[in-house]
């Protein structure tokens, strides 16, 4: 404290006062000068021509009539740099000021190239991969006219019946942190400007993976503490990593909605985090508080502006109604001069103010998309984000000259691979499974057999159909396909079933209550297995599975999440060996649905169960073992890994020190893999119930067979630090028990002792 120097208290004071610590930018300030309230209110306006996927009831009208007017300050849904060009002239030559407009996409996981499903992504724990996917993500929407990406998606989610889960990271907060600075820092790097660069958008603010029941959209309640300490880290983490622009939730927080929450997007978002960028709405969530009971449109328009919104997603609720606002008193021109501030400096930063057109190069998109090494790292991130759940007798890797039954109706599909929420990819281009086992093992002797429709039930794969057809029920008798997919399988060496879940069985607005396999697919693999021949299924789904009955079965189960456009390539590098699988689970998954939430981190009770056995007048179930079915961390190798030497080395912790904590990790396989080392503590007496670990480093380590490594994690202070009751950040001093593994599920080493 005796160190705090002026500008400290200046700054804060700025912070505290709500006041720009940032400095003007000339150029803004020279075009705020000339503009009307009307160019000022325009610039909070973004829409869509309906060029993509519409994600609301509504698409924009005369988007080209309100560019040359000057009442638009960005649009989404357009692509390519000649329409780009387009949309940019209408700007820059027809409206008075010639402001160019924002162009943003949802770049979810890779553009034309696509990733894995970031559930997928998350799973491998490499961050540089993660990065590495962003910026190529980066360089092909930008060679296609965006600027402005609404990715990442951060929202913490312990409930896999909501669809989102797949665009997210998981169950946990550190890891979510990681990856959402590691995407900011790959889709914007360290310069705007650059023409390979676009803005990123952290979304959605806030806690939008927790509705009630799973339900997409739901209403949200949760205390302050668990917010802190849970939930809202990874929104911190990206708004730290200097991330452009961030995007309101549809849910309510205490009871207000998130696009209207002053608390969340002043008190937390601004003052608290210091954050300088802009705030987007998401899909018409200004006129949704309308339904959310806060009021008629004019009322929640100004309730948003006020609480913090910069811009209005498709609604046109800012551009309908702020004049009015303004002319009656509600809103002030300067909460208007300040919104409108913020998206030109965005445009700025871009460096959209002083070239309209750098992102309109027609040479680039031939040169900078679908390019062999972009698909090379697809294939290659495809392979990191599987997780090997089960090798029964080692079924899996499979010999390159095996006779092989490949069943199932994932199998040899195109529809399927890219996941959901892929909309600048194009699934056409995607490897189906059977083309890949072709390409890696063009020896083996492989017979395909659909075996299954994705599920039977047709009224539920209308509505998995609405963007196109992804479960497509055969004309032929679930009866007849069955038996030829057992002739097939009877007459192989090993059966590979390729099922799961169709692509939009996940994602947005598509929770489930089920999160078992269709029942049509968990027929195909009890017959598969009654014919006694050795099964792995490829798993795919979009959000952890309740596969409670198939993992009692003696089977292999690779997950492979949506693989994106390498799917089959990538599929049979692990299946046949070629690579070694290393992904780890992000999200518990359950024994069954009844067990939501289950998460590694949960709070301890005053009645832990010790053991898995019931016991009566202690927290646990009737009919079902705490522990989840596979825990937050879990995955297997083709491999072996033995843990040895884990130590803290010393007993005690000083603030301003660190402690090292070692473990040494042999691969005594025969094969070399890779393994995620994961570091979780719990802290023993602290003010508020503490959970009962926590993630607090890792490090994805090689290995060669009989190779050794030593893992060093240096623990400081910060590691131990929680939000405490009054939401300080502070470490409480004590006892910490620590525990090493490859799983979260990993024994407890020892403990160390915080002083002060
Ligand atoms: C609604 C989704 O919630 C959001 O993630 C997305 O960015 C917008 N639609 C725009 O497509």
Redesign the pocket.
Known sequence: MKNFNLSVVFLLFLGLSGLHAQERIPQVEALLEKMTLEEKIGQLNLLTPGG??A??SVVSEDVEAKIKAGNVGGV?GVSSPERVRQAQELAVKNSRLGIPLLIGS?VIHGYKTTFPIPLGLSSSWDMELIKETAKVAAKEATADGINWN?SP?VDISRDPRWGRVAEGAGEDAYLGSQIARAMVQGYQQDDLTEPHTMMATV??LALYGAPEGGRDYNRVDMSRTKMFNEYLPPYKAAVDAGVGSV?TS?NDIDGVPATGNKWLLTDLLRERWGFDGFVVS??TSVNEMIAHGMGDLQDVSAMALKAGLDMD?VGEGFLTTLKKSVEEGRVSEEEITTAARRILEAKHKLGLLDDPYKYSDASRPEKDILTKENRQLARRAATQSFVLLKDHNDILPVSKRAKIALIGPLANNQSNMLGTWAPTGDFNLSVPVLEGFKNVAPNAQITYAKGANITNDSVFAKKVNVFGPKVEISDRSPEELLQEALKVAKASDVVIAVVGEASEMSG?AASRTNIQIPESQKRLIRELVATGKPVALVLMSGRPLDISEEMGMPVSILQAWHPGVEAGNAIADVVFGDVNPSGKLTMSWPRNVGQIPVYYGSRITGRPAPTEEFQKFKTNYLDVPNSPLLPFGHGLSYTTFQYSKIKAHGETLRPGDSLMISTTVTNTGDRAGQEVVQLYIHDKVRSLTPPKKQLIAFEKIALQPGESKTVEFPVTVEDLKFYNGQLEYVAEPGEFEFFVGGTSDCEMQGSFTLVE
């Open positions: 993509g996927i994600t609301g989404f949802d609404f998606m979304k959605h995007m549809f998401d899909y997603m947005e």
